[in-house]
């Protein structure tokens, strides 16, 4: 299984980002994904989740309205569109592979695989 996610850098405040994890080694079409992201010194937290058949979606209340998570199961793509960007968005930026029979979607335990990160920074 390999995650690698791109697509982060600087942003100022009120600005959009758009992030990308390509997955390969499994069965994209068949697993929930999510975003994850861990400021310094803070621990991972959930951002967004998606359903496999990309009709289920779940946002953290703070970027609930700003961000948006999609997928292309196609291209084994996962995208997480970032508008109105806020300084307490900077952090580094995981996509995860929700396991087999997880029992919630929100913690760092429901997942067994992760990407290396993308660093989102946003700063005037």
């Known amino acids: 299984v390999q995650l690698v996610e791109s697509g982060g850098g600087l942003a100022q405040p009120g600005g959009s980002l758009r992030l990308s994890c390509v997955a390969s080694?499994?069965?994209?079409?068949?697993?929930?994904m999510s975003w994850f992201r861990q400021a310094p010194g803070r621990e991972r937290e959930f951002v967004a989740h998606?359903?496999?058949?990309?009709?289920?979606?779940h946002y953290a209340d703070d970027v609930k309205g700003r961000f948006t998570i999609s997928r292309n199961n196609s291209k084994t793509t996962l995208f997480l569109q970032m508008n109105n960007l806020k300084p307490e968005d900077t952090g580094l930026y995981y996509c995860?592979?929700?396991?087999?029979?997880?029992?919630?979607?929100?913690?760092?335990?429901?997942?067994?695989?992760w990407g290396q990160g993308t660093q989102v920074t946003v700063s005037s």
């Open positions: 995860g592979k929700r396991k087999d029979f997880a029992p919630t979607f929100k913690t760092i335990r429901d997942y067994d695989y």
């Open positions: 080694g499994f069965q994209f079409s068949h697993y929930d």
């Open positions: 998606i359903g496999w058949d990309w009709d289920t979606t």
